[in-house]
């Protein structure tokens, strides 16, 4: 399972791995679609995990076995609007070339500034590797925990597992002195050109700019490696477009979009990527098989995320 993911997963993927989700197979197809249900809406975590050739198939037989089971579908963060669903275009993937170094230039700049502050905070960040050290890995673990108890609103797929599921998992940790201030996971994922930022996150007893210190060694890594592209994960945008709903609906959905800005800053993730560009975007869709948003399917979206106000 851990294989297939990495091998053909996309940004939401690794929920796949998480004891909580669904996993559905089929016969002569070698994928899997996870989601959850949340009563009477499947909610699907991106793309089928398969070869793109066998996504369709794999897709048609998730949605057979959805309404064989009398459950609306709901797929979110996919690349895949349909030609006849109705469709929210929310975000996008972001990728940077990392043969660019985003230090260089004038453009680079600001993150030359904010690099060698928390340089001189003594904040140093490098991959951790080589032997296990529990040691490490608790206070990481102790740090994320920190992080999320500090956050307020909230909203995340899977609950943070930070050494579970090693194969294809990279980790640079931010340091000052001996104690663990940040981290960012770095996953194998096929479908979004191989390297997939998952996580990453400071204390908040961290000096400022923690996280961008742990971007910038992680690129800089993959660019020493010869690697091309870095997938940051899903940006979403200022302003959500509609396809296929009524009036009612749209009317939902925007409004809903917009008090979840306000309470979980979704533009301030995309402006947080947008200094390690420039960025390619490829859109991304919620894409529904009813046309309708309503109390209904926006408690399924709630719950799969997990949004939480404390």
Known sequence: MIE????????????MLDPSCGVFETAGIDGAVPYEVVGNCAVELGDPVCAGGEQDALQAAF?????????????????????????????????????HDPESSHAGRHLRQNLNRVRREGVSAEEYAGPRDEGLESRAQS?????????????????????????GRRWFVARRGDDVVGLLSLLRAGA????????????????????????SRAMASLREEGAKSICFGIGPRADIALRGFGRASTATAKSVYRIGDRLVHFRAKTAFWEKFGPLRREPIFIRFTTPRVGFRECRALFRVFHFSLV
């Open 4 to 15: 297939r993911v990495r091998r053909f997963g996309g940004a939401l993927s690794h929920a």
């Open 63 to 99: 949605e057979e076995h959805c309404r064989d089971h009398g459950w609306s579908t709901i797929t979110v963060a996919t690349t895949r609007s349909g030609d006849h669903d109705a469709a929210i275009a929310f975000a996008d993937l972001l990728f940077a070339d990392t043969r």
């Open 143 to 167: 740090a994320c925990e920190r992080w999320r108890h500090q956050r307020g609103a909230t909203m995340f797929v899977t609950e943070p597992r930070l050494f579970t599921e090693r194969l």
């Open 192 to 215: 979004v050109a191989g390297n997939l930022v998952n996580l990453v996150f400071a204390t908040p007893d961290a000096p400022a700019h923690t996280t961008d210190l742990l971007v």
